[in-house]
């Protein structure tokens, strides 16, 4: 599951998240999530939250807030916005916290299914973007 952590804080990092925002950690532990539980983890109200807010020992209101933060962020960050594209191609305006989440851990499980030294085109450098 490490992959996950690595893999969820470069993406977001590529997408300019780059401070250490609550919301980051909240969205590593929900791919470990996902990734464990991938039939049964919606409505991520009643399933998700509880179960990262208990990993993080907060609330679910404060799981909720911290994903919505750094979705609020990405979206009004447009000096990134060619790689938001790549990212989540399907969506054009800014996402709930479910199509964020779900998108975001279908691009991770492309990248692991299409890569093994885990590198990509990236539109941003113009070449081959490498995840270590």
Known sequence: MNYYKTIT???LAHLGVTKP???IEYIVS?????????????PITKILYPAVAKIHNVSRESIESGIRDIIDLIWSNETHAE????VFP???????NSEFLLA????????NAKTSDMSFHCPLVGGK???S
């Open 83 to 86: 790689y938001r594209c790549l």
């Open 21 to 23: 925002y609550r919301g």
């Open 129 to 131: 973007c490498q995840f």
């Open 104 to 111: 975001l851990y279908q691009y991770i499980n492309k990248i």
């Open 9 to 11: 804080k470069q993406t």
């Open 30 to 42: 929900s791919m470990w999530y996902i990734a464990a539980h991938e039939d049964n983890f919606t």
């Open 90 to 96: 399907d969506l054009d305006k800014k996402p709930t």
